[in-house]
């Protein structure tokens, strides 16, 4: 469920960090570290686009959510 997308090509990952959902993210994250290997989190979760080639990076950014863009920075350090 992690990995799957709805229409637009976006996962949950993108969604929580549209919304500024940190508590999301924080339990997605953990759950990804628990399950895909650190290539899957990589290429699937932190750099996969939706059908707008936006990242939860971009997503963010658009939304001028500064909080979610470090917490989005820093996790990948901890892994």
């Given at each position: 469920m992690l990995l799957g997308t709805?229409?637009?090509?976006?996962?949950?990952?993108?969604?929580?960090?549209?919304?500024?959902?940190?508590?999301i993210l924080q339990k997605l994250w953990d759950w990804?570290?628990?399950?895909?290997?650190?290539e899957e989190i990589n290429n699937k979760l932190l750099l996969?686009?939706?059908e707008e080639g936006r990242t939860a990076w971009h997503i963010a950014a658009e939304r001028g959510n500064s909080e979610i863009l470090q917490k989005i920075w820093d996790?990948?350090?901890?892994m």
């Open positions: 709805d229409t637009e090509g976006r996962t949950a990952w993108h969604t929580a960090a549209e919304r500024g959902n940190s508590e990804a570290k628990e399950n895909l290997t650190t996969v686009t939706d996790w990948p350090k901890r």
